[in-house]
């Protein structure tokens, strides 16, 4: 069964870098079969996609971020990373990594997710 | 961008009775790309419904999903204490790519 685990600072300045790190057991990042994905939701509010990372290392992100969001794969390790830049108190929010099925197979829907790291943005 | 809007916004209902909730899509969207799921506190999110009427593994047969043109619905048949969550259905489509509806807070009446 696979399990999906985030990681990484739960607090970052304003203005700085964040950097999160989901790492997938049970499962081949490398595989083809599945897209990563980063999700996150803001206290009390509904969930917002960020982008998402295919085994040939594409990505797909959400305009809405305006280029600031990076997501890569590290194969060797099994994981996958987000970093988003310039961040402001607007990003504070729990971050989740997911799997989705590509929509090029059939169904689209996310059937497993971590458990979520808070991140707060804050100095 | 295809919008989401679920309705109502909170629902009060009681154990044993039936609830019903919906999500509209600002236009069509293939059934395929239509899902639901359910956040309790603390917790991510969990699949219920796939492709508009599918149940994932392991969901119980009260909970089931329909859809009529651009009106998805989730209904339960017999709500049970552990069905008292938020809920939010979701669409694949043109970008952002998958979107969520803001969700239904299904709360104890």
């Known amino acids: 069964q696979v399990q999906l685990q985030e990681s990484g600072p739960g607090l970052v300045k304003p203005s700085q870098t964040l950097s999160l790190t989901c790492t997938v057991s049970?499962?081949?990042?490398?595989?083809?079969?599945?897209?990563w994905n980063w999700i996150r939701q803001p206290a009390g509010k509904g969930l917002e996609w960020i982008g998402r990372v295919y085994a040939s290392g594409g990505t797909n992100y959400n305009p809405s971020l305006k280029s600031r969001a990076t997501i890569s794969l590290d194969v060797s390790k099994n994981q996958f990373s987000l970093r988003l830049s310039s961040v402001t108190a607007a990003d504070t929010a729990m971050y989740y990594c997911?799997?989705?099925?590509?929509?090029?197979?059939?169904?689209?829907?996310?059937?497993?997710w971590g458990q979520g790291t808070l991140v707060t943005v804050s100095s | 961008d295809i919008a989401l809007t679920q309705s109502p916004g909170t629902l009060s209902l009681s154990p044993g009775e039936r609830a019903t909730l919906s999500c509209w899509a600002s236009?069509?969207?293939?059934?395929?790309?239509l899902a639901w799921y359910q956040q309790k506190p603390g917790q991510a999110p969990r699949l219920l419904i796939y492709?508009?009427?599918n149940r994932a593994t392991g969901i119980p047969d009260r909970f089931n999903g329909t859809r009529s043109g651009t009106r998805l619905t989730l209904t339960i048949s017999r709500l049970e204490p552990e069905d008292f969550a938020v809920y939010y259905c979701q669409q694949f489509g043109t970008p952002p790519l998958y979107t969520f509806g803001q969700g239904t807070k299904l709360e104890i009446k």
């Open positions: 049970g499962a081949s990042i490398n595989n083809g079969d599945y897209y």
């Open positions: 997911a799997r989705v099925f590509p929509e090029e197979i059939g169904y689209v829907y996310f059937d497993s």
């Open positions: 236009q069509s969207v293939s059934r395929r790309s």
């Open positions: 492709g508009a009427t």
